[in-house]
């Protein structure tokens, strides 16, 4: 199953709205890690400000909105960002294990 990248825009557009309406500190700057794109719709992180004048980086995701929104601390959010990337890099070289796997056995048992 392929999901297309149109999908994956419209739930950033959706985040950054979102985080852009709910949230409790200024927004600072908005920025994309693709280099030479400057257009917001390229936007995947957010830089938010709060009273104190300190910036947070912030990824268009729920983690990100709930951080805006003061759910969690910016402690909190790096380490459910960190998890998540640590999921998703197992999940995928644990995937890609399995399927090398089954390669080798039906190699193995037709030759």
């Not at 409790?24 to 280099?35: G, T």
């Not at 998540?84 to 390669?103: D, Q, S, Y």
């Amino acid at each position: 199953m392929c999901i297309s990248t149109n999908f994956i825009e419209q739930e950033q557009d959706k985040y950054r709205l979102e985080i852009q309406k709910k949230s409790l500190y200024k927004l600072a700057h908005s920025y994309s890690d693709i280099p030479g794109q400057t257009d917001e719709k390229w936007t995947n992180k957010i830089i938010l400000e709060d009273e104190n004048g300190n910036l947070y980086p912030v990824a268009l995701n729920p983690n990100g909105l709930s951080f805006a929104t003061k759910v969690i601390t910016y402690s909190e959010y790096e380490t459910l960002e960190s998890k998540e990337n640590k999921r998703a890099f197992v999940t995928f070289f644990g995937f890609l294990g399995f399927l090398i796997t089954v390669m080798v056995t039906f190699a193995w048992y037709f030759t």
